[in-house]
C-alpha cells in the first residue's frame, strides 16, 4: 500500500513514532550523502597520495575500495528509496537498514586501513566519525556493544600484521607495526577514543530524543487542542501524552471550581478508580492543590515522609513514590492543577517541571476554549428559548382580541349602534395593523437568530404564487384593480422551507396590491440563467429614485407609501431580503414615481431534472 | 342544531366561539385541556369538533386529533392555531400526521367557521 507523506488527515490520530521515524529516514538520507563523498574522497585522496606526494600505497586495490564504496553505496541509496515508498515494517525495518550501511561501511574502513599501514594508518581515525553517527543516530540498547566492533577489527588488522599474516603496507619508514609497544598504545588509545566518543554521543543523543519525545508530545497537545471540542477527550490526551514523555507512572488534571470550594479528576491516566474516589473533593482539605495554586510547582520527593501528602498509605497502595505538580492557569487565574505520579524509584527532574508547565499551558487552552464553547452554546440556547416563548406571548392576545372583537363586530352578541360599529372597528384594524407588526418582528428576530429550523422540501413555485394570489384576489376586487399570473406549464420547483417561500411571496404580492389604486398587478413566473424567477409588476404609486437605496431597511417606508396608506409595518422588504439570502437568491427593483413597480426575485434551483 | 364540542385552553376563545355556535343553535360544550377534552367526547358524544394545536403541551391537539383517529373516531374535526401556519400543511381526515378535516389560523372569522361546520356536518 502506498502512502503519502505529508501532514496527517484531519482527525487522524498520528502515532508519535511517525515524527521519530522520520528523523530516522532523514539520518539514513544524509548518511548516504555523506558516503558519496567518501568514496570520491577515498579515490581522490589515493590520487593525491600515490601521484603528487610518491607514497607507496596499493593504488589499484585501494581504489577498487573507493570504487567499492560508491558502488554499494548506490544500492542503499535505492534501497532506502524503496523503504520509503513501500514502509514495509516501520521503524524496525529502517533500524535494520541502518545497521547495515554502518556494517558495511566498517568493513569497507578495515580493508582500507589494512590497505593503508595497519596499525600505522592515519585512516584509524576515521572510524571516529562513524562511531559518533551511529551513537547519535541509533537506539542503544545495544550500543556500546557494537562500538566495540571497530577496536576490534582494527586490533585484528594490527595483529594479523603483526604476526605475518597480513601483509603489511608500509607508508612511513622506519615501519612501526611490528613494534608491540607502539601497536599496543595505538589500540589502546584508540579503543579509549572510542569508548569515549560513543559515551558522549550516546548521552547527547537521549537527551535530543527527550527533547524529541517532548515536542512530539507538546505537537500533538497543540493539534488535539485545536481538533475536537470534546473536552474530556482532549484532556485525556493531554494527561497521557505528559505520563508518557515523562515516563512516569501516572499523571492527571484536577480541576478547581470557580469559588475553589470543590476540586475534582477531570483526567487520569494510569490511576485506579479506587485511589480516584479517595482522594478528596474538598479544596479546604487538599493542601498538596493549594501549594501548587499557590507555588506555581510542587515537588513531593517521597511520599511517606511529605507532610502535604494528604494519606500516604492508600498514596502507597497505589505504587506512586513522588509526585510533581504545577498548576493549570487560566485567564483569570489558576483553573487547576497538573500531576505528574512517579513509581518508586523514579526521579522527577527540574526539566520535568518545565515540561509539565508547558502541557499544563495547552490544558488552560483548552479548558479555556471548551468552557467559551459551552457558554455560546447555552446562550444561543437561551435565546432560542426566550424568543420561542415570546413569540406565544406576544402573537396570542393579539389574536384572542381579534377574534373577541370579530364575535362583537359581526353581530353575534347583538345589533350594534353605528357610534358602537365605528368605535369597533376602528379598535380591529389598529389590532390588526398589530398582529402584523409583531409577526413581522418576530419572523425578522427569528430569521436574525438563526433560530428558525428551516425544513427545505421541493415547492413549485407556482402553487406559492397561486395561494398568495387567492388570497388577495378580493381586495384587488374591492379597489378596482386587476391581479393576474403568467406561467409556464413546467414545474418551478425550488428547494426551499415552504414558509419562507410563503413568506416572500405574500409580502411582494401584498405591496404590489396595497400601492396600487388603477390598473393591476402582474405576476410573472420562469425561469432564467440562475434560477427560477418570479416577477411582480404593478402599475401603482412607484418608488421614487431616493427611496431606492434604503428600501430593505427595517421600517424603512418611502415618503409616497407613508402618504397613501397608513399601514405598513416597513419591515416586509427587509425580511423578504432576509430569507432569500437563506437560498442565495437575489431581489432587485425598478420603478418609476407615478408609474410603477417591478420587483424581481430569483432562487437557485436544480435545473431539468422537474417534472 | 348539532353537538359541538370545543377543545381549548384559552377561556376567551372558547367564550367567543360558544356565543356565536349557540347563537345558530348548536349545542355547545367545552374543555379546557385534552384530558378533559377525552371525558367530554364519552360523555357528550358531539358531532362535530373544534380542538387547538397549543394546550398544556405544544403539539396537544394534533397529538390528541392522532389518538382519536387510531381510536376509530370519525366525527369531523376542526382545527385552529394561533401560532403555526396553515399554508404548506398538509392535513385530512385520513392523514398520519395531521388527521384533521379543516385547519385555520386564529382569528377566525365566525361565518368562516360556521360555513366549515355546516359543509362538514352534510357529509
Known amino acids: ?611 | 342544531m348539532a353537538r359541538i364540542l370545543v377543545v381549548d385552553d384559552d377561556p376567551d376563545i372558547t367564550f367567543a366561539i360558544s356565543l356565536y355556535l349557540k347563537k345558530e343553535q348548536h349545542d355547545v360544550q367545552v374543555a379546557a385541556s385534552r384530558a378533559e377534552g377525552m371525558k367530554a367526547l364519552d360523555a357528550f358524544t358531539p358531532d362535530l369538533m373544534i380542538l387547538d394545536v397549543m394546550m398544556e403541551q405544544p403539539d396537544d391537539g394534533i397529538a390528541m386529533a392522532q389518538d382519536l383517529r387510531r381510536a376509530g373516531e370519525t366525527l369531523p374535526i376542526i382545527m385552529l392555531t394561533s401560532v403555526g401556519k396553515v399554508t404548506g400543511m398538509h392535513y385530512d381526515r385520513d392523514n398520519d400526521l395531521v388527521p384533521v378535516d379543516a385547519f385555520f389560523e386564529k382569528p377566525v372569522r365566525p361565518e368562516d367557521l360556521l360555513t366549515k361546520i355546516t359543509e362538514l356536518l352534510k357529509t
Open chain 1, 1 to 611: 500500500m502506498n502512502h503519502e507523506p505529508g501532514p496527517p488527515l484531519p482527525g487522524e490520530h498520528v502515532k508519535r513514532r511517525s515524527l521519530v521515524e522520520q528523523e530516522l529516514v532523514n539520518s539514513l538520507d544524509w548518511l548516504i550523502s555523506l558516503r558519496w563523498l567518501a568514496g570520491a574522497g577515498v579515490l581522490g585522496a589515493v590520487g593525491v597520495a600515490t601521484l603528487a606526494l610518491g607514497v607507496p600505497l596499493p593504488a589499484a586495490a585501494l581504489s577498487a575500495v573507493g570504487v567499492g564504496i560508491l558502488a554499494y553505496n548506490s544500492a542503499l541509496w535505492w534501497q532506502l528509496g524503496r523503504l520509503r515508498r513501500e514502509r514495509p515494517g516501520g521503524i524496525p525495518a529502517f533500524e535494520t537498514f541502518a545497521r547495515a550501511q554502518i556494517g558495511l561501511d566498517w568493513a569497507a574502513m578495515t580493508v582500507l586501513i589494512a590497505l593503508s599501514g595497519g596499525a600505522e594508518s592515519p585512516a584509524i581515525i576515521f572510524f571516529l566519525f562513524h562511531i559518533t553517527i551511529a551513537s547519535l543516530l541509533l537506539p542503544h540498547d545495544h550500543g556500546f556493544l557494537y562500538v566495540s566492533i571497530a577496536p576490534a577489527m582494527v586490533a585484528a588488522v594490527a595483529v594479523l600484521e603483526y604476526a605475518g599474516v597480513l601483509p603489511h603496507v608500509a607508508i612511513i619508514q622506519p615501519a612501526r607495526y611490528d613494534d608491540p609497544l607502539f601497536v599496543s598504545a595505538i589500540l589502546v588509545f584508540f579503543t579509549a577514543a572510542c569508548y569515549v566518543m560513543a559515551y558522549c554521543c550516546m548521552s547527547i543523543a537521549k537527551r535530543l530524543r527527550r527533547r524529541e519525545r517532548e515536542l512530539g508530545g507538546l505537537y500533538d497537545g497543540v493539534r488535539d487542542v485545536t481538533s475536537t471540542l470534546e473536552i474530556t477527550d482532549v484532556l485525556d490526551r493531554i494527561v497521557e501524552a505528559a505520563a508518557r514523555v515523562l515516563g512516569c507512572r501516572a499523571a492527571a488534571i484536577r480541576l478547581i471550581d470557580s469559588v475553589r470550594s470543590q476540586v475534582e479528576f477531570a483526567a487520569s491516566w494510569g490511576l485506579s478508580e479506587t485511589y480516584r474516589g479517595e482522594v478528596p473533593d474538598e479544596y479546604a482539605k487538599s493542601t498538596l492543590d493549594q501549594d501548587t495554586l499557590r507555588e506555581g510547582v510542587v515537588h513531593v520527593e517521597d511520599v511517606a515522609s511529605d507532610a502535604r501528602v494528604w494519606h500516604p498509605e492508600l498514596v502507597q497502595d497505589e505504587g506512586i513514590a513522588s509526585m510533581l505538580s504545577v498548576s493549570i492557569a487560566g485567564r483569570t487565574g489558576p483553573i487547576g492543577v497538573l500531576r505528574a505520579y512517579g513509581a518508586p524509584g523514579h526521579r522527577f527532574t527540574g526539566e520535568d517541571a518545565a515540561y509539565l508547565q508547558a502541557v499544563a499551558a495547552h490544558g488552560a487552552a483548552a479548558i479555556e476554549n471548551a468552557k467559551a464553547y459551552k457558554l455560546l452554546a447555552d446562550l444561543d440556547r437561551d435565546k432560542s428559548q426566550f424568543l420561542r416563548i415570546t413569540t406565544h406571548e406576544l402573537r396570542s392576545p393579539v389574536r384572542v382580541t381579534e377574534s373577541l372583537l370579530m364575535t362583537l363586530a359581526d353581530g353575534y352578541a347583538g345589533p350594534l349602534g353605528s357610534d358602537q360599529a365605528e368605535l369597533l372597528h376602528r379598535a380591529q384594524r389598529r389590532l390588526t395593523s398589530l398582529h402584523a407588526l409583531v409577526d413581522d418582528l418576530l419572523d425578522l428576530a427569528a430569521g436574525k437568530a438563526q433560530m428558525a429550523r428551516i425544513e427545505r422540501r421541493q415547492i413549485d413555485l407556482r402553487a406559492a404564487v397561486a395561494d398568495a394570489v387567492e388570497r388577495f384576489q378580493s381586495v384587488a376586487r374591492d379597489k378596482g384593480i386587476s391581479l393576474t399570473v403568467e406561467q409556464p406549464d413546467e414545474a418551478l420547483t425550488v428547494f426551499c422551507d415552504p414558509a419562507d417561500v410563503e413568506r416572500i411571496v405574500v409580502n411582494l404580492i401584498s405591496n404590489a396590491v396595497k400601492y396600487t389604486t388603477k390598473g393591476g398587478v402582474t405576476v410573472t413566473l420562469g425561469r432564467d440563467a440562475d434560477g427560477v424567477r418570479l416577477e411582480v409588476a404593478d402599475t401603482g404609486i412607484g418608488i421614487p429614485a431616493d427611496a431606492l437605496p434604503h428600501l430593505f431597511r427595517e421600517f424603512y417606508r418611502a415618503g409616497n407609501a407613508k402618504a397613501t396608506e397608513e399601514s405598513g409595518t416597513g419591515l416586509g422588504l427587509s425580511i423578504v431580503k432576509l430569507l432569500l439570502e437563506r437560498y442565495s437568491g437575489r431581489i432587485s427593483v425598478t420603478s418609476e414615481e407615478g408609474l410603477g413597480t417591478t420587483f424581481a426575485v430569483t432562487i437557485p434551483s436544480p435545473q431539468a431534472t422537474d417534472t
